[in-house]
Nanobody, 120 residues
Framework: QVRLEESGGGSVQAGGSLKLSCVAS???????MGWFRQAAGKEREEVAS????????LYDDTVKGRFAISRDSAKNTMYLQMNRLKSADTAMYFC??????????????WGQGTQVTVSS
């Protein structure tokens, strides 16, 4: 089974930027990859996803215009560029891989997560 490893989290002030990376242990040729996040006391939510075939990118409304997902298939790496960060973006961010269905990426594999903390 593919393994996913995130990096790039950290602490930043509101309005700042961070770029998360997710390296997969093998090439993912189908389905989707994406980013979920979980804030303290809240459920995990999908932030952004990319369909491996077709390159369709999807974003949650809360991050549209601020976050950008991208993928470098030659490096088996996916990125999440996060700009204009808000305190509400504070969460553990997880890289996922799975199958796309009804406009959502349904994870079958999760990374261990990387913490993003935004201070106001």
């Amino acid at each position: 089974q593919v393994r996913l490893e995130e990096s790039g989290g950290g602490s930043v002030q509101a309005g700042g930027s961070l770029k998360l990376s997710c390296v997969a242990s093998e090439y993912i040729s189908r389905g989707c990859m994406g980013w979920f996040r979980q804030a303290a006391g809240k459920e995990r939510e999908e932030v952004a996803s990319v369909y491996v075939k077709g390159g369709i990118n999807l974003y949650d409304d809360t991050v549209k215009g601020r976050f950008a997902i991208s993928r470098d298939s030659a490096k088996n790496t996916m990125y999440l560029q996060m700009n204009r960060l808000k305190s509400a973006d504070t969460a553990m961010y997880f890289c996922v891989a799975g199958l796309a269905s009804a406009g959502r990426c349904n994870p079958s594999t999760w990374g261990q997560g990387t913490q993003v903390t935004v201070s106001s």
